[in-house]
């Protein structure tokens, strides 16, 4: 079943068939049907060799009336195929079984193209290589590559599935240091130029980054301690982004002297925490220690030096919240 399901997947673009109009009660053909047909009349009303005369071009090429199922098609037949079994087993004669399939597959079918499970099954079902097809062909229509572009974009597909299979793309150059100290999460876009320097002390990994996350051109992201970025978070380009700095400087006992070279003053290091949905503007800098709490915004060139809480909007050097969302009345208001 799950096979057939991604040969479907492979088959999507064949749907040009017919499906031969057939009077089935009138002929009766189900008497002399057997077992495969009888499913095949129940649900699309037409036996394999109906469907094969009236689709010349397809049967040519090999192809039967359930290579070109629907998803939610096959899910049914299969459902149909267990229930068959049984009727059989009770001694249930043809034309009864026919009724009780027929029924069966038009309530299974209705219900299934209704709540359109189908989307549901193409995203599990999809095989890594159908998913790179499909990131493709997403990519290539919705932002109208040239060709040359579209060429590119193969390119940075292909090397992407090399470098992080769980990766939707990465643009390159791409530059990662301390790869094995990094969770690249899954379904993670990049653009070009982009920065991950990941350290670790214990071991550990110290770069986590959640589901989807798409992070722009030129990023910077420094991690020694923590940096933790959540799911659905987008961040634009020439964003900075660090748990560290060289020394401290708070005024206080681990306070750093200038008259040490910079390159060698111990590292400062405080956890960053960028929660689901957060979107990030161009140009931001987000400092150690700071958590931007979920769904937040963060205004573009805006230096981020204390928390941000969640369903905000912040702006400037440093970030402060201007407006907050109201769920109640769904808009943002100023504070
Ligand atoms: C933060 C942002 C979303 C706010 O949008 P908005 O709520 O529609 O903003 P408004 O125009 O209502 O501005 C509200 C106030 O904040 C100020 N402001 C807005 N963005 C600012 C920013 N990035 N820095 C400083 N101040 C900003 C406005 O001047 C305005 O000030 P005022 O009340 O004194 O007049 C938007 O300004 C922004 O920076 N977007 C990021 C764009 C970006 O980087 N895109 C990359 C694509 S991934």
């Known amino acids: 079943m799950l096979s057939k399901v991604n040969y479907t997947l492979h088959t999507d673009a064949i749907k040009d068939f017919v499906i031969p109009k057939i009077d089935v009660e009138q002929q009766k053909l189900y008497v002399y049907a057997d077992e495969a047909d009888l499913l095949n009349l129940a649900l699309w009303k037409c036996t394999a060799k109906q469907w094969r005369e009236a689709n010349i071009n397809h049967a040519q090429k090999g192809l039967n009336i359930r290579d070109v199922a629907s998803i939610n098609e096959l899910v049914v037949l299969s459902n149909m195929e267990s229930f068959n079994v049984e009727l059989l087993k009770r001694g249930i004669d043809k034309s009864k ?85 990094i969770d690249l999460g899954t379904d993670l876009t990049t653009g070009v130029g982009c920065r991950l320097e990941a350290f670790s002390e214990t071991g550990e990994k110290t770069m986590h980054f959640g589901n989807n996350v798409q992070i722009n051109d030129y990023v910077h992201i420094c991690s020694m301690q923590n940096v933790t970025i959540g799911n659905n978070v987008l961040i634009a380009g020439k964003v900075y982004i660090s748990d560290n700095s060289h020394g401290s400087y708070k005024g206080d006992e681990f306070d750093t002297s200038p008259e040490i070279e910079p390159i060698k003053r111990a590292y400062y290091k405080n956890p960053v925490v960028i929660e689901d949905n957060v979107w990030i503007g161009e140009g931001v800098v987000i400092l150690p220690g700071v958590t931007l709490g979920k769904g937040c915004i963060v205004g573009a060139n805006s230096v981020v030096s204390k928390s941000i809480p969640p369903n905000v909007i912040a702006v400037g050097t440093p970030a402060k919240p201007i407006k907050r969302f109201n769920f109640e009345i769904q808009k943002w208001a100023k504070i």
């Open 97 to 181: 079984r026919y009724a009780y399939l027929s029924e069966m597959a038009q309530n299974q079918l209705t219900r299934l193209n209704a709540i359109d499970a189908e989307k549901g099954f193409r995203a599990i079902e999809t095989t890594p290589r159908v998913k790179v097809l499909n990131n493709f062909k997403r990519m290539a229509i919705k932002n109208k590559y040239s060709i040359f572009q579209k060429i590119r974009l193969a390119y940075f597909l292909m090397r992407t599935k090399l470098l992080c299979r769980r990766a939707r793309i990465i643009r390159f150059p791409f530059e990662i240091r301390g790869k094995e100290y």
